[in-house]
């Protein structure tokens, strides 16, 4: 009996409307890479043309053009009537060694390890899209670049020698002592400044953690759905990347215990779940603290967010809690700030200090300097306070005109209802939408008519088990947010 193509083969593939490259185009690269890296089998059984084109919400003549291309290229088999299935030699395996294929793509291709191919496979090149409503992005037009500048410039007119040299592996002592102040007093955190380590951003902070802590192989918990950037960095350390659903108190660690019992980390966002919003109950985190314990595994607790909270009090971290040493915090300045920066950090438990230290030198040894003085100074001399509070009203203004102007336009296409905290909302499909189209569709729709609304199915890593639009509010003027949802309410409801 032929098998059918993994799902997750399937759920990964994505096509930008917006892109330069013709659907067709994208489509077939995305299939063959899926083929070459393995996450198509052989002899898999893809699905129909029109099934194909029905979850990706494009036309069906885009997916016949695709599986043209292929059957021609000889990655595809047995074509009428039965269905269409992977080769069984790929023309990559009948191709003499010293073959130089004439395309750059095909030369990238001859170079790359497995895994190489793997990561060039989950992502697409990071493209341009409307910003109304991209999720994730704050509003940087709002930034003080003025005093930035200034910051930035300052360290630099007197004595540089201690800016020029190598530097410590956790980064510049100053800008650590400044996040360690400042976790301690907003989020509750047991912590000083040796347990930080300033990173390129959340993503490298996850890829350090795993590369200490996992051996390649080593099975890691990841919320379903979730972020997308840190399974990235976990394939890219080697690890075996479990998805494990939620339910309304966050990471189902029973389904966990099930799915991969041995797993030796799990990477949860307890204080506003990423993508749903959910917060993680007192039970549930005292419950994945003795997990760890028990499993003497660790936790990565992603705490990207946390800031924007516009209602009840603020919630303690999870590594507040953390009387074992098991709890690795992992913070952004990506959403706080802009993602430009990439600054983000570590806090570790006391006794990683010491090895993570010497394993960096191995690593990217230390981060680069010129930013971290003019980030300290930022935090310590209380313009990123000023900065937060002035946000934070900022988008609870936002996030109230998106819900008024839902509620005026999007009544049976989409279910839109406040959050308490964050910067996007997860719209349902309201049933007469779902009864017509999915979300991949929905979405489709959205980015044809100028709008960003990404659909929840592509946070899932296996088979969607949800179904949504994401719409970020946070980097949208107010002025803006109206009439973008009115143009999503006309694409949706023709
Ligand atoms: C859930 C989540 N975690 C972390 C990050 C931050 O990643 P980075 O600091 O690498 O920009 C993001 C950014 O999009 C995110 O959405």
Redesign the pocket.
């Known amino acids: 009996m032929p098998r059918r193509a993994d799902r997750s083969a399937l759920v990964s593939l994505s096509l930008d409307a917006a892109g330069a490259t013709p659907l067709h185009r994208q489509l077939y690269r995305q299939l063959r890479e899926a083929m070459l890296a393995g996450r198509l089998a052989p002899g898999a059984r893809l699905p129909s043309s029109r099934a194909l084109a029905r979850e990706l919400g494009c036309a069906r003549n885009t997916v016949l053009s695709a599986f043209d291309q292929l059957f021609a290229e000889g990655y595809l088999d047995g074509r009428s009537g039965s269905g269409t299935y992977v080769s069984r030699v790929l023309p990559e395996g009948l191709l003499p060694k010293e073959a130089s294929p004439a395309e750059s793509e095909d030369a990238g291709r001859r170079v790359l390890s497995h895994r190489g191919r793997t990561l060039a496979a989950l992502f697409p090149v990071r493209g341009e899209r409307p910003s109304a409503f991209e999720?994730?992005?704050p509003d940087t037009t709002l930034f003080p670049f003025e005093l930035w500048r200034r910051l930035l410039t300052r360290p630099w007119r007197g004595d540089t020698g201690a800016l020029t040299r190598h530097g410590d592996a956790g980064g510049y002592r100053p800008l650590r002592q400044a996040i360690a102040d400042y976790l301690r007093g907003a989020r509750g955190l047991d912590c000083d400044w040796r347990q930080v380590f300033v990173?390129?951003?959340?993503?490298?902070?996850?890829d350090i953690v795993a590369r200490l802590l996992l051996d390649p192989g080593e099975a890691a918990w990841v919320e379903e759905p979730?972020?997308g950037?840190?399974r990235g960095?976990l394939t890219a350390a080697g690890a075996r990347v479990v998805p494990v659903p939620l339910d309304d108190e966050g990471l189902d660690i029973a389904a966990g215990r099930k799915t991969a019992s041995d797993a030796r980390l799990a990477v949860v966002?307890p204080s506003h779940q990423?993508?749903m919003g959910t917060v993680m109950s007192l039970p549930r985190r005292l419950q994945l603290l003795d997990w760890a314990r028990a499993a003497d595994a660790w936790i990565v607790e992603?705490d990207?967010?946390s800031e924007y909270r516009y209602a009840g009090p603020p919630l303690a971290a999870l590594q507040s809690l953390d009387r074992g040493g098991r709890v690795i915090y992992?913070?952004?300045?990506?959403?706080v700030l802009f993602?430009g920066l990439?600054?983000?950090y570590l806090v570790v438990p006391d006794d990683l200090v010491e090895p993570l230290a010497r394993a960096r030198r191995a690593l990217d040894d230390h981060p680069g300097i010129v930013a971290q003085p003019a980030l300290a100074a930022f935090i310590a001399e209380g313009h990123f306070a000023a900065h937060l509070r002035r946000m934070r009203r900022l988008y609870k203004a936002r996030q109230d005109a998106l819900v008024g102007a839902a509620e005026q336009e999007l009544a049976g296409l989409l279910e839109v209802a406040p959050d308490a905290a964050g910067m996007h909302l997860v719209a349902a499909l309201a049933p007469a939408l779902a009864a017509r189209m999915n979300d991949w569709q929905a979405a489709a729709r959205a980015l044809d008519a100028g709008v960003t609304a990404p659909a929840l199915a592509d946070y899932h890593f296996a088979t969607p088990y949800r179904q949504g639009l994401l719409l970020g509010y946070a980097g949208v003027p107010e002025s803006e947010i109206a009439p973008a949802v009115r143009r999503l309410a006309r694409a949706l409801a023709a």
């Open positions: 999720p994730g992005v990173t390129s951003g959340a993503q490298q902070a996850l979730g972020y950037g840190l960095a966002s990423y993508p992603d990207y967010d992992l913070g952004t300045f990506s959403k993602p990439r600054i983000g």
